[in-house]
């Protein structure tokens, strides 16, 4: 089975700060998508980035960058230069390949302050 | 992009009485889709998988006959509480993944806040 853990609850950053949320997943599996996710207020899940397992590269849109350790199996958030608009709940999540079902963290409520 | 559309966003029924919360894919076609439910402050948590022309998969300690689910056509599905209770009070949210060989991304509902009194 898969699982996948968010050990931050709650983090504050200012605002034009950098800030990094945390992400470890496992599987036995070698070949997923690991995606992140936010929940503004209005509570509509939005794809923030994904990652192909199988890519060495990290990801980046933006403001927004991953740091994939698969070893490790450590998938974190950085987002750059934050912004109000960045207030949310932040959620990981891992889909295997060939596979539909989403696994998700627990969320970690970002708040970033004027 | 592709969009779901998720309907009622917000409902309060009263103890005893049924609610129906659909799902519709709006730019493409979902043999699948999936239903969560989402507690204050918590993660989404999977109820039951959608299959267009066959039976929903529920999640273990779903109540299946408490939560039907009728994937009806390749673009709706619908989520029925049955003889809602207080507790059943939550957040329900649909996804659907989108189509292809190599889909990676399930696009989301905007979600239903379902109150009941």
């Known amino acids: 089975a898969q699982t996948v853990t968010q050990s931050q609850p709650e983090m504050s950053v200012q605002e034009a700060e950098t800030v990094t949320l945390s992400c470890t997943y496992d599987t036995s599996e070698n070949n997923y998508y690991l995606f992140w996710y936010k929940q503004p207020p209005s509570r509509q899940m939005i794809l923030v980035i994904r990652?192909?397992?199988?890519?060495?590269q990290n990801a980046t849109e933006n403001r927004f960058s991953v740091n994939f350790q698969k070893a490790a199996k450590s998938f974190s958030l950085k987002i750059s230069d934050s912004q109000l608009g960045d207030t949310a709940m932040y959620f990981c999540a891992l889909r295997l390949q060939g596979a539909q079902k989403l696994v998700f963290g627990q969320g970690t409520r970002l708040t970033i302050n004027p | 992009g592709a969009v779901v559309s998720q309907h009622p966003s917000r409902v309060i029924c009263k103890s005893g009485t049924s609610v129906k919360i659909e799902c519709r894919s709006l730019?493409?076609?979902?043999?699948?889709m999936f239903w969560y439910r989402q507690f204050p402050k918590q993660s989404l948590m999977l109820m039951a998988t959608?299959?267009?022309?066959?039976?929903?998969?529920?999640e273990q300690g779903v109540e299946k006959d408490k939560f039907l689910i009728n994937h009806a056509s390749l673009t709706l599905s619908t989520l029925t509480v049955t003889s809602a209770h207080p507790e059943d009070s939550s957040f329900y949210i649909c996804?659907?993944?989108?189509?292809?060989?190599?889909?990676?991304?399930?696009?989301f509902g905007q979600g239903t806040r379902l109150t009941v009194v």
């Open positions: 996804s659907a993944p989108t189509p292809g060989s190599h889909n990676t991304e399930a696009f």
């Open positions: 959608s299959n267009e022309g066959s039976k929903a998969t529920y």
């Open positions: 990652q192909e397992a199988y890519k060495q």
């Open positions: 730019d493409f076609q979902a043999t699948t």
